[in-house]
Nanobody, 122 residues
Framework: VQLQASGGGLVQPGGSLRLSCAAS????????MSWFRQAPGKAREFVLS???????YQGDFVKGRFAISRDNNLNTVYLRMNTLKPEDTAVYYC?????????????????WGQGTLVTVSS
């Protein structure tokens, strides 16, 4: 099983970025997929999730700035981030779970990617 996150980097405040997470080794289309993030010195935080049926859930801070999508043909989940702020600086992780009851809990997910660093700074 592998989750390979990519697309992170340095972006200016107000900018946009799209993260990708390519999955392999499990039945991707049957799994709920999520993005979490962890800023330095802080706990891991739920960002967005998309269920295997396509329903999405977002973290309280998102307020419509971010969006999650998936392509089951490519076994890939995406995180589109707009209007980025310095406080969005974090390592972003993708996660996969087959029996997720509460999408906001990291413990619900079986597989994790290695993370990709997003830095928002001028």
């Amino acid at each position: 099983v592998q989750l390979q996150a990519s697309g992170g980097g340095l972006v200016q405040p107000g900018g946009s970025l799209r993260l990708s997470c390519a999955a392999s080794g499990f039945a991707f289309s049957s799994y709920d997929m999520s993005w979490f993030r962890q800023a330095p010195g802080k706990a891991r935080e739920f960002v967005l999730s998309i269920t295997w049926t396509g329903t999405t859930y977002q973290g309280d801070f998102v307020k419509g700035r971010f969006a999650i999508s998936r392509d089951n043909n490519l076994n890939t989940v995406y995180l589109r981030m707009n209007t980025l702020k310095p406080e969005d600086t974090a390592v972003y992780y993708c996660a996969a779970g087959s029996r997720v009851r509460d999408s906001t809990l990291a413990s619900e997910y079986e597989y994790w990617g290695q993370g990709t660093l997003v830095t928002v700074s001028s």
